[in-house]
């Protein structure tokens, strides 16, 4: 049987999991949904409670798990502990020990929420991308790094963006054939004209197109990208990109959708093992208080379920469900318009839960 693991975290983390786990146990009871779960600390309340922020043994159950779903980490509380202490560690030792190099972010504007975007609605209603950003390489992680002092004594920081080609080209299959489930389209961001890394980049990708001849590729500089992004955005299907460049380029276009109460990712590794979470985090200033907007998370289980677990059909009456809600012109309080039923995170969830 497939395993799943819950991994709340701290601030609204417990709230929105919880929302979560009732559709599990519905899809479970009602819809013949056939995996194991289990729950674990993780982040701030796991410094808590172990004086770190991953333990080993959650460490060892997530690799041993086809799929995590987790919250949030990180708070007011724990920002004064070391780096090496720090909540956010735990997410970054998740991603790097299990592998998890190719992070998809949807950013999906349902025509229902047109109006939150801060873009005109004819810009975004109906938006549908699929940004696939490299997780575990390129400048965040490159070596040498620091912060030293020149030659004329002066204090420098350097860091080293570096890819090689079997990092490009694993990334650039997903992004492939992610593609072909899709419109077909996709295109790859980088800088080529500046930096070598990227030409290299350029390269891989073009050469892997010749596998893929369905499959409409287009390159485009970055720069160019976060304008194109802002100016006519539906002209996207699936972007891949680097760690830096999609870091930045997929909160921009989290931005356009209004929330990033809506937003849901996933982290894949080679065996389409991964770790599924909503884009934003722990929200200290609303935890506690059921005000978080739980869907993002909802979301990130039916990727979940699409994803690690080869259950299309039980992702899509997910989704169904929130636009059924969405619809009824329920709403938390981050996407609420005048003329919406106001809810909480528990209300929003057993809303979601009705439909199912
Ligand atoms: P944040 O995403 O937690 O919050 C930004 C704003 O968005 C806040 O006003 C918050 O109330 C709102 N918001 C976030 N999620 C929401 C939801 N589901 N519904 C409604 N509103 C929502 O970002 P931040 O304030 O920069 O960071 C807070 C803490 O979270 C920090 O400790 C940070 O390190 C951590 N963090 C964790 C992750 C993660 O666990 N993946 C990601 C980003 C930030």
Same mark, same amino acid.
């Given at each position: 049987?497939?395993k799943?693991?819950?991994?709340? $975290?701290?601030?609204?983390?417990? @709230?929105?999991?919880?929302? +979560? #786990?009732?559709?599990?146990?519905? !899809?479970?009871?009602d819809? /013949?949904l056939?995996?194991?779960?289990?729950?674990?600390?993780?982040?701030?309340?796991?410094?808590?409670?172990? $004086?770190?922020p991953?333990?080993? @043994?959650?460490?060892?159950? +997530? #690799?041993?798990?086809?799929?995590? !779903?987790?919250g949030?980490? /990180?708070?007011?509380?724990?920002?004064?502990?070391?780096?090496?202490?720090?909540?956010?560690?735990?997410?970054?030792?998740?991603?790097?020990?299990?592998?998890?190099?190719?992070?998809?972010?949807?950013?999906?504007?349902?025509?229902?929420?047109?109006?939150?975007?801060?873009?005109?609605?004819?810009?975004?209603?109906?938006?549908?991308?699929?940004?696939?950003?490299?997780?575990t390489?390129?400048?965040?992680?490159?070596?040498?790094?620091?912060?030293?002092?020149?030659?004329?004594?002066?204090?420098?920081?350097?860091?080293?963006?570096?890819?090689?080609?079997?990092?490009?080209?694993?990334?650039?299959?997903?992004a492939?054939?992610?593609?072909?489930?899709?419109?077909?389209?996709?295109c790859?961001?980088?800088?080529?004209?500046?930096?070598?890394?990227?030409?290299?980049?350029?390269?891989?990708?073009?050469?892997?197109?010749?596998?893929?001849?369905?499959?409409?590729?287009?390159?485009?500089?970055?720069d160019?990208?976060?304008?194109?992004?802002?100016?006519?955005?539906?002209?996207?299907?699936?972007?891949?990109?680097?760690?830096?460049?999609?870091?930045?380029?997929?909160?921009?276009?989290?931005?356009?959708?209004?929330?990033?109460?809506?937003?849901?990712?996933?982290s894949?590794?080679?065996?389409?093992?991964?770790?599924?979470?909503?884009?934003?985090?722990s929200?200290?200033?609303?935890?506690?208080?059921?005000?978080?907007?739980?869907?993002?998370?909802?979301?990130?289980?039916a990727?979940?379920?699409?994803?690690?677990?080869?259950?299309?059909?039980?992702?899509?009456?997910i989704?169904?469900?929130?636009?059924?809600?969405?619809?009824?012109?329920?709403?938390?309080?981050?996407?609420?318009?005048?003329?919406n039923?106001?809810?909480?995170?528990?209300?929003?969830?057993?809303?979601?839960?009705?439909?199912?």
């Open positions: 049987m497939k799943i693991l819950l991994l709340p $975290g701290d601030g609204v983390g417990p @709230e929105i999991i919880s929302q +979560a #786990k009732k559709l599990i146990e519905k !899809l479970r009871s819809h /013949g056939q995996i194991e779960t289990s729950e674990a600390l993780v982040g701030g309340a796991s410094f808590d409670a172990y $004086g770190s991953l333990t080993d @043994e959650v460490l060892q159950r +997530a #690799k041993e798990a086809d799929g995590i !779903l987790f949030a980490v /990180g708070g007011p509380k724990w920002e004064v502990l070391e780096i090496s202490q720090r909540p956010e560690i735990a997410l970054l030792k998740l991603r790097s020990e299990l592998g998890l190099f190719a992070n998809l972010r949807p950013v999906i504007l349902y025509p229902e929420l047109a109006d939150a975007s801060t873009l005109k609605p004819e810009v975004v209603a109906g938006l549908d991308i699929l940004i696939v950003r490299e997780l390489g390129g400048i965040y992680f490159g070596q040498p790094r620091g912060i030293r002092n020149n030659a004329s004594g002066e204090r420098e920081g350097y860091n080293t963006l570096v890819y090689s080609e079997s990092e490009i080209n694993r990334i650039g299959r997903i492939f054939e992610i593609a072909a489930k899709r419109q077909g389209r996709l790859s961001v980088d800088k080529a004209n500046v930096l070598e890394s990227t030409e290299l980049w350029r390269q891989c990708i073009t050469e892997l197109s010749a596998r893929y001849p369905a499959i409409e590729l287009s390159h485009m500089y970055v160019n990208a976060a304008m194109q992004l802002v100016r006519a955005p539906k002209q996207f299907d699936v972007v891949v990109t680097t760690n830096l460049f999609g870091d930045i380029l997929s909160d921009c276009a989290a931005m356009l959708t209004g929330s990033i109460g809506m937003l849901p990712s996933a894949l590794n080679a065996d389409n093992k991964g770790l599924y979470e909503p884009v934003h985090g929200a200290p200033d609303i935890a506690g208080q059921n005000k978080a907007n739980p869907i993002a998370t909802l979301l990130s289980l990727m979940l379920l699409k994803y690690s677990l080869d259950e299309v059909a039980l992702a899509d009456k989704e169904n469900a929130i636009q059924q809600v969405l619809a009824e012109g329920l709403r938390t309080a981050d996407i609420y318009q005048p003329g039923k106001l809810m909480g995170t528990e209300e929003m969830g057993d809303a979601v839960l009705d439909y199912l």
